[in-house]
């Protein structure tokens, strides 16, 4: 019998290892750094320059100390109630009040009341400011509101040039007035064309969001006009600035808004030069300056902090 070789042949084989799971956690975790990035973006373009800000001071450390005691912390060893705890550029400063130890100014009592007046000269200066900042922001809102919605209307492209918007010592002033074969009203008339009454309805839209008090006035141009009962330019132009109050009322602007509503026939013409020019027949509203509610804030908050020096001095 024949002898056989037998041959055993060992293949290898060759490839990839098998693949595990941790590419998958690593990836998931980069699409969600890449969420949390573009979401970070979105919300940084929604909010105000305000409010980053305040999000800026809100995680800005309020204590540099390096102590490592019970004084060294963020908070510095104060309670949350004390003022000056979280006290951020964003906020008003509080007044700080001094307590020196004196014989030659009179008693405790009246230094505080002196270091407390000091500190509310500083305090008030920096609310008004505040108060005053604000208020113009709100009036570079509104006339921009007032510009886009007029030029964004096709039935009142017509009218742009009949709103005169402009910033004043006494408050933004917003103006709708004739135009050359383009009038309010009728000649000798307080009943508005249909044209008036959709600008005035705009103006209603942008001035209903706003803090301020209103003042309306109506103004004509120096044409004589009289009639037999004794009608005349001051009646016309009270009624013109009664019917734009009307107007502004019905679509929402709230009536304790309306600071006064007047008639000034042509003793205040927009052109000095031509006072017979259809531009002096207009009407005139007006966001007051200082009349908001941030500046009624304002104004009790210093006669707060008044009350308090005036009674540590009757101490």
């Known amino acids: 019998m024949a002898n056989h070789t037998i041959i055993i042949k060992k293949v290898k084989k060759g490839g990839h290892a098998a693949h595990g799971g941790a590419w998958k956690v690593a990836y998931?975790?980069?699409?969600?750094?890449?969420?949390a990035f573009f979401l970070l973006l979105w919300l940084l373009n929604a909010v105000s320059q305000e409010q980053l800000e305040g999000i800026s001071d809100y995680f800005s450390p309020i204590s540099t100390d390096t102590s490592t005691s019970g004084g060294g912390g963020l908070m510095a060893g104060k309670m949350v109630s004390n003022k000056g705890v979280f006290e951020t550029d964003a906020a008003p400063p509080s007044a700080v009040v001094n307590l020196p130890?004196?014989?030659?100014?009179?008693?405790?009592?009246?230094?505080?009341?002196?270091?407390?007046?000091?500190?509310?000269?500083?305090?008030?200066?920096?609310?008004?400011?505040?108060s005053a900042e604000r208020e113009e922001q709100q009036?570079?809102?509104a006339e921009e509101q007032l510009r886009l919605a007029i030029e964004s209307a096709p039935k009142l492209k017509q009218l742009v040039k009949s709103l005169l918007v402009d910033n004043t010592p006494e408050g933004l002033r917003i103006q709708i007035i004739d135009q050359e074969r383009l009038p309010m009203f009728?000649?000798?008339?307080?009943?508005?064309?249909?044209?008036?009454?959709?600008i005035l309805e705009l103006v209603a839209k942008v001035v209903q969001q706003m803090p301020q008090a209103i003042a309306?006035?109506?103004?004509?141009?120096?044409?004589k006009f009289t009639t037999d009962n004794g009608y005349s330019n001051w009646e016309l132009s009270a009624d013109r600035a009664n019917a734009a109050r009307r107007?502004?009322?019905r679509r929402g602007v709230p009536e304790k808004s309306i600071a006064r509503v007047v008639g000034m026939a042509a003793t205040n013409p927009l052109l000095a030069d031509e006072p017979e020019a259809p531009g002096n027949r207009r009407l005139?509203?007006?966001?007051l300056r200082g009349s908001g509610e941030q500046s009624k804030h304002v104004?009790?908050?210093?006669?707060?902090?008044?009350?308090?020096?005036?009674?540590?001095?009757k101490k």
Do not use: C, W
């Open 186 to 198: 009728p000649r000798g008339s307080a009943e508005m064309y249909l044209h008036t009454r959709k």
């Open 247 to 249: 107007i502004l009322i």
């Open 101 to 130: 130890i004196s014989r030659d100014h009179g008693s405790d009592a009246e230094a505080m009341a002196r270091n407390a007046a000091e500190g509310t000269g500083s305090s008030s200066d920096n609310l008004a400011e505040q």
């Open 28 to 35: 998931a975790d980069f699409v969600t750094a890449m969420m």
């Open 299 to 313: 104004t009790g908050e210093l006669e707060s902090r008044l009350r308090v020096v005036s009674n540590s001095d």
């Open 284 to 287: 005139t509203v007006v966001l």
């Open 216 to 223: 309306i006035s109506g103004h004509t141009d120096a044409t």
């Open 139 to 141: 009036f570079r809102q």
